[in-house]
């Protein structure tokens, strides 16, 4: 009973204390709502006295705002409001609690306009004077990038692009790119490039490197619509005046969009004085592109303009000329704005068609790499592994843990050799399970093709579970190195990625290994022998249990270098290997059993038919009509384009 008054008298005693807690903020909030309703009476000069005596942050936001002409009331709720401008709307901020509410329209907001003597008292009292807080040097400007205001990251901006320091290029890239973020721990402004599971960093104010840090440790820097349209001109002008041509074609890319009358004087300035080709070119489609939308631009500038723009592979330039088709009024202008627009519309129609052969062989080279090996296991051994998939799955694994151990043990510099170690480490790991898979089940089951298939699609289950419980179900990026990333023109608008290429280069040279493996070797001879004649062979010596268990390994192998390439086109995931294990089942049955000639063909056909067939049909409708048109072309010729002879082909 003593404990329990005890704790009572105790309640009463904090009782005065949680409540003045709960309700002072709610009264301080009802105070601030009566001292802004204030500022539109007839005479608010009380009310700024008395925001002027406050020492609440929103006091000193709202009088901020009221000085530079940004406070307004909604009328609607007859809220005072901060106003920002975005675009045409208006960011609104709750000048009561600070809190950021919504966009607003400027004719749903009324801004509260102030006397002249109101002006004058606010600027005796040091409210809205000018403040000598502009960033001085590049380091200033950076910081001042995560300002809390969007008008200060104008000025940040603005100083950035005045100083013409190289260094505020990727700077003012990654913010218009989101790339830019705030490190939680210090505070620095940093510059993250996504590498795996994590953000590489760079220090913003020097371009250092950072490390890298999880996303939980990063805060993204904001812009609102009118910072981007700024951000656009200040890398457009900063990368004119680049000393590389790159930069400086990029910067004209940019303008192309659409560009200040500063920036057009600019750009007719550097224009005549570049010295590279395409980044004149870029230039002057940037200077036309300007030409023909300004409104002051007489008809032989105009018509000059198309000319230049008629010339161009752009699918921006394309819109652009179908807009002025349906705004121009002069006949001449309008005629020869159709005929620069059929020239650039037949020339993006061919550029496409190079693009899709281009997707399809690098299609075909993923399809290939995921089907070789298949087609020794199957076509070889006539082995029917619904397992293979998942030697894939691994090889991708083993190499998101060989980048993981880059990253933790090894110098940043040396981060880029992962994936050249990934391919011996994804090989061994997947023949090792090949080995483990061939002699613990399928070794019992040879001659049983449909128990054979039922027995790895177990297994198959079993891996990707295994996989589930040591690296979770969500998927792993694995991050390109730098000397695979990025892109080049191939023809005007058409880029070629690197690491497609580097892709299609790798799988030709390991069908090339495989076919110098099979000819040149022992093994190859041994395994030909087994193929064609296993009863014979083992009379002759050789061991035919080690023929079958190595040719397993090496068409495991050879599936796990393949999750190696795979895992630079996408992500890892438990999942991968179902994704391939049907069209590697028919590229090695449309191409020949057991033949590396038909896997080759195969693999590009598939590619490149899907590849024309998705603009037309689409996606799912393609691979529906490809393999209709496979089981049409099986009936036919049972044994595929190439027949394979030897046991798999009797059988």
Same mark, same amino acid.
């Given at each position: 009973m003593a404990l329990r008054r005890c704790l009572f008298l105790l309640a009463l005693l904090l009782l005065p204390l949680l409540s003045s807690a709960l309700i002072v903020p709610a009264v301080r909030a009802q105070d601030m709502t009566e001292l802004l309703s204030g500022l539109t009476d007839s005479d608010p000069k009380p009310a700024i006295a008395a925001l002027m005596a406050s020492d609440a942050p929103q006091a000193k936001a709202a009088l901020a705002a009221l000085a530079a002409g940004r406070l307004y009331r909604r009328n609607a709720d007859g809220a005072i409001v901060i106003g920002e401008p975005d675009g045409a709307m208006i960011v609104v901020t709750n000048a009561a609690t600070g809190d950021v509410e919504d966009m607003a329209?400027?004719?749903?907001l009324e801004l509260l306009e102030l006397s002249d003597t109101a002006k004058a008292e606010l600027s005796? %009292?040091?409210?809205?004077? +000018?403040?000598?807080?502009?960033?001085?040097?590049?380091?200033?400007?950076?910081?001042?990038?995560?300002?809390?205001?969007? %008008?200060?990251?104008?000025? %940040?901006?603005?100083?950035?692009?005045?100083?013409?320091?190289?260094?505020?290029?990727?700077?003012?890239?990654?913010?218009?790119?989101?790339?830019?973020?705030?490190?939680?721990?210090?505070? %620095?402004?940093?510059?993250?490039?996504?590498?795996?599971?994590?953000?590489?960093?760079?220090?913003?104010?020097?371009?250092?490197?950072?490390?890298?840090?999880?996303?939980?440790?990063?805060?993204p820097i904001v812009v609102n619509n009118n910072l981007r349209i700024a951000l656009r001109e200040a890398v457009g002008r900063l990368g004119l005046l680049s000393p590389e041509a790159a930069q400086r074609r990029a910067a004209a890319?940019?303008?192309?969009?659409?560009?200040?009358?500063?920036?057009?004087?600019?750009?007719?300035?550097?224009?005549?004085?570049?010295?590279?080709?395409?980044?004149?070119?870029?230039?002057?489609?940037?200077?036309?592109?300007?030409?023909?939308?300004?409104?002051?631009?007489?008809?032989?500038?105009?018509?000059?303009?198309?000319?230049?723009?008629?010339?161009?592979?752009?699918?921006?330039?394309?819109?652009?000329?179908?807009?002025?088709?349906? +705004?121009?009024?002069? +006949?001449?202008?309008?005629? +020869?704005?159709?005929?620069?627009?059929?020239?650039?519309?037949?020339?993006?129609?061919?550029?496409?068609?190079?693009?899709?052969?281009?997707?399809?062989?690098?299609l075909g080279s993923v399809l290939l790499l995921a089907a070789v090996g298949l087609a020794i296991t199957f076509g070889v051994m006539g082995v029917i592994n619904m397992a293979h998939g998942e030697m894939i799955m691994i090889g991708a694994y083993a190499t998101f843990v060989v980048q993981e151990i880059f990253r933790a043990y090894l110098p940043p510099a040396w981060f880029g050799a992962y994936l050249v170690a990934a391919l011996p480490v994804a090989f061994l790991t997947a023949a090792i399970f090949g080995i483990a898979i061939e002699r613990g089940v399928i070794r019992f089951l040879y001659g049983r093709p449909l128990e054979t298939m039922l027995a790895t699609w177990g297994v198959s289950l079993i891996l990707q579970q295994m996989v589930r419980s040591i690296f979770g179900a969500p998927n792993k990026e694995v991050s390109n190195p730098s000397w695979m990333t990025g892109s080049f023109e191939l023809i005007g608008g058409f880029d070629v990625t690197w690491n497609r290429v580097i892709i299609i280069v790798f799988c030709f040279l390991v069908l090339g290994l495989i076919a110098l493996i099979l000819r040149r070797t022992s093994f190859g001879l041994h395994m030909r022998a087994v193929t064609q004649n296993r009863s014979m062979a083992s009379v002759m010596g050789i061991p035919t249990a080690r023929v079958d268990a190595m040719t397993f390994a090496l068409g495991s192998g050879i599936a796990g270098m393949a999750g190696v390439a795979l895992s630079q086109i996408g992500n890892v995931s438990p999942n991968l290997g179902t994704i391939y294990i049907v069209d590697s089942f028919l590229v090695v049955v449309f191409g020949g059993v057991g033949n590396l000639m038909g896997t080759l063909v195969g693999a590009m056909t598939l590619g490149i038919v899907n590849k024309l067939l998705e603009p037309v049909a689409g996606a799912v409708l393609g691979k529906v009509v490809v393999l209709v048109a496979i089981i049409l072309f099986i009936q036919k010729r049972p044994r595929g384009l190439f027949a394979a002879k030897g046991r798999s082909a009797d059988a």
């Open positions: 329209d400027p004719a749903e005796a %009292a040091g409210v809205g004077a +000018a403040s000598d807080d502009t960033p001085k040097d590049f380091a200033s400007a950076v910081t001042a990038l995560n300002a809390d205001d969007f %008008a200060a990251k104008g000025k %940040a901006i603005e100083v950035l692009t005045q100083l013409g320091d190289a260094r505020a290029m990727p700077v003012l890239r990654a913010l218009t790119d989101g790339r830019l973020f705030t490190r939680k721990s210090d505070g %620095a402004v940093v510059i993250a490039t996504r590498s795996g599971n994590q953000q590489s960093l760079a220090l913003g104010t020097t371009l250092e490197d950072a490390g890298f840090a999880s996303n939980a440790e990063l805060d890319n940019v303008l192309l969009e659409g560009a200040t009358p500063d920036a057009v004087a600019l750009l007719r300035e550097v224009t005549p004085k570049e010295t590279n080709a395409q980044a004149k070119q870029a230039m002057a489609l940037a200077l036309a592109a300007a030409d023909i939308a300004d409104p002051a631009a007489d008809k032989q500038r105009k018509l000059a303009a198309v000319a230049v723009l008629s010339g161009a592979t752009d699918l921006r330039i394309r819109s652009m000329l179908q807009a002025r088709l349906s +705004a121009e009024t002069d +006949a001449d202008v309008k005629a +020869a704005l159709q005929v620069a627009f059929t020239s650039v519309q037949r020339k993006l129609t061919v550029i496409g068609w190079f693009a899709n052969i281009f997707q399809g062989i690098s």
